[in-house]
């Protein structure tokens, strides 16, 4: 098979997604005062609803609605004001009644978009780089189709056959805790062109969700899902090909390889003269396959009809408007703040608000940065206070606006590089559960950045502050390692270097100009490491002059 | 027991509670005098497919110990009424089969709400009561446990698919049963049996709880032998019920206006009706009576058109099927239900329970619903169903700016023969009636005006209200009623001691 | 009378509704459904040009909802009363055969 770059020269490939999102942050199901739990001991969370007993009614759950319609607010969906519920018939035994309640052809949320930033290396997939593109990025504007509320199946666990599969198994167990949990889906049109942008547009999605508070959006858990569709057509054709549907790609990574096998699958099938049949593939992250799970010979027919044991919907202007007050700050409109405030690149923005923690994180820091919001820093432990003053800095006085948005360049590098690599080395830990606070954050950046210690240092003293629950300064103090920036401090240790080394003094100036360096590091040695290695060069240079051409 | 707690089965609601008022007898002996009864001519009749004991001695006690406390007014307008349910009614611990044998041993783990309404309003919960399997019928001989027999002719169906809670008010069992009505479910068997027979406007009683055949048309109402205790049900019954999206909030009181005749009341006679093929002479001489005695009472007759109620049947047979194969998927052999024994795929296993899990007619209209919701045959039929509908329910809106109340038959004939009408369509047209009414929405009921005069079987009329207006044609009964007399126990259960 | 569905289709809707039908029960439903599905006739004669559906009959309500409040539920024990097989909590059902959920 060939590589996905290869392939996507000949072919472009048409990627629509469906993603479906638990309201886990809810207290109780779609349809039922249950209780949502994962993880609980199987059928404890079931009632006469959920369990599709004979004569049960469903009663909707008035903050699901709300949470559906934020969601569509956030993605610029139109609300719609009137619309039903639907029962879809079919009958799987993990879904209680045999009928799913879901939306009919009108959603609560229609017609939406997001635009999607694509750089660096995401955008190499790209072949038929678009117009707008600079710098090597570009941004893509992937349409919606709509968000539908309905409500999500029991989990089933097949036993008999291999790795809990279908196929093979002899009985299967079924758990209805799952069963009549709220459930979103988001339908996109089929805008994405590469696997790179549907991760962008899922981990995107995944932001915006968390930031809205209305699921935990946990891939692996289950709560935050994707199915993708794909079909290719030669470059320049207009004529959709025949698609698949590809189901198991439950993280980003197995997002984007799953559509990128599919793709080269594909792309081998139609060159080698093969067809595509509608089916429903399944991801084999193990194996790096897609495989068959069924095929479609005709449309599904699902018996659709308007549910009637529920009312029907015309939302008022005053429900939509007081969902409308409760969407907090989005990623997007957070990057654009972070940069305009505080001078941040675009990139640097994009990055730091991925993870919605260290965005607010970021917040506090630069609200102590610019003297103000200690509001925003009570309960957190944060101040520097109970070690050392801080080195370099006079206490947390406020600072010119101009010197706080200095600082917020190497806040944002210490964030999204060495933050990130070490809670990526710390499997799944999250920032909050770290010793790492807003205030030692800063004051670590300010340290480097008055030259109080140098970069390198300023690693060792991150790595202590995780590790030992201390402030910056407190460890600088206790370790000793405060620059020495003393200009005479550094004259006499340059002095005695010199006068000790008389024979390298005479090579250097003779034409060994690579002895440089050894002389600075004799100086850092004289000043136990912690003269200031600018100060030592400029020093260096002077004393010894010129050295012969 | 005393003289008078045996003679508690023929007493309609008031005189329990003056005898209990007055000591005169228990709410145990009441309780007792029921069972005993039951046990003595339930036999013959076959209305109780289970029957309480345990529970109704339980809620006696209960209100023997309120009156021990002089506290019998606060038990609810029920209390010391023994009441039975329709099997298709979850009461916790009961069985609640729907007359299936795909339900024969579930055993309900809640409570309808209107199961517990009466309850907390005081009634005596004495059992449950044959029906036609999932209320598909009309005469009650669907019940895979054996049909009912009509109090008044043994050899002769009860109606249905409430025919269980008809017959047994009819034979002085109890004097308060619950039923359901789709299509007709409560009011062809209340015209079949002599009794006064309710179906509410839809919403106003809760659905919760009670097994769904068409839930757009489903509407739970009271069988009595008086319409004052029918009245009385109704009160403890209906009400908004957070558990039913589709309840209204109900706070009428039924009985208020009972005795306030009807002098000036205008009711509609719809000619169509009166004319219609297939209707028996003896059962258009009664609702002709019927509006003469209104007349001579000071009501207005005034004739109304319906001009789309001809379509009322097509359009259940469309809608009711479709609601019901979508309301009968949830019985597959895995929660609970019948399950076929010994198979390695839940495939056959499916196939098996549910072929012999649900009898002939159930297996029909599911077959039913789910060829006419197939894709390309929604749009022939379902769709335009829904929208003969709004002309139905419109034709009733604009017959209702005329008249308070409209009176029609209940059903084409007084009850027939076991085995008589065997093929499905000509069983359906018992529902001629009563069909545009559960279409509509509104509240329709059947007042018993005495017998036929060829067949000499009970005959019922149809008093049909305008949506959440029900205590206008409880008021029109209630003015019949006292000229024609109380519904009558069935005479060959009527004799004699009670027992 | 017209023959709206064959012993095929009834078959096809039997499939699809999970009811196992034997060859004279298929032939008889033929019978039956396709005389009751003649009398369905009136509902396809009206002229419906622009009438409105009327899904629900209840007065025009609409936005029915609960509160995000919990009720009590069954325990365990009680949610399986009824199962006709159970395991560890769960249940239990024959292999599924013919693929996964839609």
Redesign the interface.
């Known amino acids: 098979m060939r590589m996905l770059q290869e392939v996507l020269k000949d072919w472009e490939a048409v990627i629509g997604l469906e993603i479906h999102a638990e309201l886990t942050t809810?207290?109780?199901k779609m349809f039922?005062?249950?209780?949502l739990e994962f993880g609980a001991?199987?059928?404890?969370?079931?009632?006469?609803v959920?369990?599709?007993?004979?004569?049960?009614?469903?009663?909707?759950?008035?903050?699901?609605?709300e949470s559906i319609v934020l969601a569509g607010l956030a993605t610029n969906c139109d609300i719609e004001k009137r619309s039903?519920f639907y029962?879809k018939?079919?009958?799987?035994?993990?879904?209680?009644?045999?009928?799913q309640t879901t939306q009919g052809p009108i959603a609560f949320c229609m017609r939406g978009h997001l635009d999607l930033a694509v750089d660096g290396a995401a955008a190499k997939e790209r072949i038929d780089l678009p117009e707008a593109v600079q710098d090597g990025g570009y941004t893509a504007h992937i349409g919606i189709t709509r968000i539908h509320m309905e409500e999500d199946?029991g989990k089933m666990?097949?036993v008999?056959g291999s790795e809990g599969r279908?196929a093979g198994?002899?009985?299967?167990?079924?758990?209805?805790n799952r069963c009549g949990t709220p459930l979103i889906e988001l339908v996109t049109e089929p805008d994405l062109r590469t696997p790179e942008e549907a991760r962008l547009f899922m981990q995107k999605l995944r932001q915006i969700y968390l930031a809205l508070g209305i699921s935990d959006c946990s891939m692996e858990e289950g709560s935050l899902r994707c199915d993708g569709n794909v079909s290719l057509r030669r470059r320049g054709e207009k004529r959709m090909g025949t698609k698949t549907e590809l189901?198991n790609m439950n993280s980003f990574k197995n997002l984007h390889d799953g559509l990128a096998f599919e793709i080269c699958r594909q792309a081998e099938v139609l060159e080698e003269g093969g067809i595509i049949y509608q089916e429903?593939r399944h991801w084999d992250p193990s194996a790096k396959r897609t495989l068959v799970?069924?095929v479609k010979e005709t449309?599904?027919?699902?018996?659709?009809?308007?549910e009637?044991?529920?009312?029907?919907?015309?939302?008022?202007d005053e429900?939509i408007e007081s969902v409308r007050k409760k969407l907090p700050e989005l990623p997007d409109e957070k990057a654009g703040r972070f940069e305009s405030s505080f001078g941040l690149s675009s990139y640097d923005a994009r990055h730091l608000v991925e993870n919605g923690s260290v965005a607010e994180f970021f917040d506090k820091a630069m609200a102590l940065a610019e003297g103000g919001a200690p509001d925003a820093l009570a309960g957190e432990g944060a101040t520097a206070a109970g070690g050392a003053e801080p080195l370099g800095v006079a206490g947390h006085a406020p600072a010119a606006p101009g010197a706080a948005a200095s600082l917020a360049k190497p806040l944002a590098n210490l964030l999204i590089n060495d933050l990130t690599a070490y809670l990526n080395a710390h499997d799944g830990l999250e920032l909050a559960q770290t010793f790492l606070t807003p205030a030692r954050a800063l004051d670590l950046v300010r340290l480097t950045d008055t030259g109080a210690i140098s970069s390198k240092q300023a690693k060792e003293v991150f790595a202590a502050v995780l590790e030992e629950d201390r402030d910056p300064a407190a460890i600088v103090a206790q370790r000793g390692m405060e620059q020495v920036s003393d200009l005479g401090a550094i004259e006499a240790a340059v002095d005695r270097v010199l006068a000790e080394n008389h024979d390298e003094v005479a090579l250097y100036l003779g034409g060994k100009v690579q002895l440089f360096g050894f002389f600075v590091g004799q100086c850092m040695k004289a000043t136990a490491g912690q003269g200031n290695p600018k100060m030592i060069n400029e020093i260096l240079k002077k004393k010894l002059g010129q050295p012969s051409a | 027991m005393s003289v008078q707690a045996k003679e508690s089965p023929f007493m309609n609601v008031a005189q329990i509670q003056a005898g209990l008022a007055a000591k005169s007898f228990s709410a145990h002996e009441v309780a007792a005098a029921t069972l005993a009864r039951i046990a003595a001519i339930d036999p013959s009749i076959h209305a109780f497919l289970e029957v309480t004991e345990q529970l109704a001695f339980e809620q006696a006690a209960r209100i023997d110990a309120a009156i021990a406390c002089g506290r019998l007014d606060e038990c609810g307008p029920l209390a010391g009424a023994p009441m039975a349910f329709k099997d298709n009614m979850n009461q916790k611990g009961t069985h609640t089969t729907c007359s299936s044998r795909m339900l024969e041993n579930y055993l309900s783990p809640y409570d309808a709400t209107c199961v517990a309404k009466a309850i907390a309003a005081g009634a005596i919960p004495m059992g449950k009561l044959n029906m036609d399997e999932f209320a598909f019928g009309s005469s009650t001989e669907t019940s895979c446990f054996g049909p009912t027999r009509n109090p008044w002719d043994l050899g002769r169906v009860p109606g249905g698919s409430s025919g269980g809670s008809a017959a047994a008010v009819a034979a002085g069992m109890v004097p308060l049963a619950l039923g359901s009505d789709t299509g007709g479910s409560i009011r062809q068997p209340g015209s079949f049996c002599g009794v006064v027979a309710v179906k509410p406007s839809y919403g106003v009683v809760s659905r919760y709880g009670v097994v769904a055949f068409g839930s757009s048309l489903d509407q739970v109402g009271p069988f009595a032998r008086s319409v004052e205790d029918a009245a009385r049900a109704l009160n403890a019954i209906s009400g908004h019920d957070p558990l039913d999206c589709t309840s209204q909030h109900v706070t009428t009181d039924f009985t208020a206006n009972l005795s306030e005749g009807v002098k000036g009341t205008r009711i509609g006679i719809v000619p169509a009706f009166m004319g219609a093929q297939g209707l028996e002479s003896e059962v258009r001489e009664k609702v002709e009576e019927a509006a003469l005695l209104l007349e001579a009472a000071g009501a207005h007759i005034v004739e109304v058109d319906l001009p789309h109620a001809a379509a009322a049947m097509s359009a259940y047979y469309v809608l009711g099927p479709c609601e019901a194969f979508s309301n009968l998927a949830r019985f597959d052999s895995v929660r609970y239900g019948y399950c076929d024994p010994g198979h390695k795929d839940l495939g056959t296993q499916y196939e098996a329970s549910r072929a012999q899990g649900f009898g002939p007619e159930a297996r029909r209209r599911i077959m039913l619903g789910s060829y006419l919701l197939s894709a390309g045959v929604y749009d022939t039929y379902y769709y335009p169903a829904q929208q003969v509908r709004t002309l139905i329910t419109q034709d009733y809106t604009q017959a209702f700016r005329n008249v308070d109340c409209i009176l029609t038959p209940v059903a084409p004939r007084t009850a027939f023969k076991f085995g008589e009408i065997s093929d499905p369509t000509s069983m359906y047209l018992s529902d001629m009636f009563t069909i545009s009414i559960n279409i509509a929405g509104n509240g329709g009921m059947s007042l018993p005006v005495g017998s036929g005069v060829q067949t000499g079987l009970p005959v019922g009329v149809q008093l049909i209200a305008p949506q959440f207006k029900d205590e206008n044609m409880l008021r029109v009964a209630a003015a019949l009623e006292a000229v024609l007399g109380k519904a009558a126990v069935a005479p060959a259960f009527a004799e004699g001691d009670a027992l | 009378m017209t023959q709206h569905v064959n012993e095929k289709d009834v078959r096809t809707i039997a499939a699809y509704a999970r009811i196992g039908l034997t060859q004279e029960e298929v032939a008889q439903m033929t019978i039956d459904l396709n005389d009751i599905i003649d009398s369905l006739r009136p509902i396809t004669e009206y002229d419906l040009e622009g009438v409105e559906p009327t899904f629900h009959p209840i007065g025009g309500m609409s936005n029915v909802m609960r509160e995000d409040v919990r009720r009590q539920g069954f325990s365990q024990d009680e949610a399986l009363a009824n199962a006709p097989r159970q395991e560890e909590g769960c249940f239990l059902i024959p292999a599924i055969l013919g693929g996964e959920s839609a």
Do not use: Q
């Open positions: 809810l207290e109780t039922c005062g249950c209780k001991s199987p059928n404890t969370h079931t009632c006469p959920c369990l599709g007993l004979p004569g049960a009614l469903p009663v909707p759950n008035r903050a699901a609605i039903m029962r018939n079919y009958m799987y035994p993990d879904m209680s009644k045999n009928f199946a666990n097949h008999g279908i198994a002899t009985h299967s167990m079924i758990d209805y189901k429903t799970m069924r449309a599904d027919d699902y018996r659709l009809f308007p009637p044991d529920l009312a029907p919907y015309d939302l008022t429900f």
